[in-house]
């Protein structure tokens, strides 16, 4: 890039000019990933996770009060959860409904990511 400046095989004043000195000012910041092993190369699962934000955000411009946006907050960072440790969210809040009061003395077993071992209908399947 600098030798494109230095040669003037790009004028600085054109589109690809500027380009070009942006990139060489801002160079140690927009390689500063590849710094860091293992770094992902693109974010594609911060993507995936704004969406949810975003489509909950629109969403909500329909609930009718406070409670109702409250809960449905709740939901949605449920699903979002269940998604991202491969549970199916209808399933685990039917789950949870059924089993109210094994939920109620043991909150941390059912979570989504190990609730299908605290199911005793699971249980009696692996017998």
């Known amino acids: 890039m600098e030798a494109q400046l230095a040669e003037k095989k790009t004028e600085p004043n054109s589109g690809l000019g500027k380009a070009i000195q942006y990139m060489l000012r801002h160079w140690k910041a927009l390689t500063l990933f590849l710094r860091s092993p293992g770094a992902p190369l693109d974010n594609k699962v911060c993507e995936r996770a704004l969406k949810k934000a975003i489509l909950n955000r629109k969403n909500s411009l329909f609930y009718k009060t406070l409670h109702g ?31 109210a009061g094994e939920l109620q003395q043991n909150p941390a077993t059912w979570m989504p990511w190990n609730y299908q071992d605290s199911s005793p209908q699971n249980a009696n399947t692996d017998s």
């Open 69 to 99: 946006a409250q809960v449905g907050d709740l939901y949605m960072s449920l699903i979002h959860t269940c998604e991202l440790n491969g549970a199916n969210p209808f399933d685990y809040l039917t789950e949870l409904q059924r089993h």
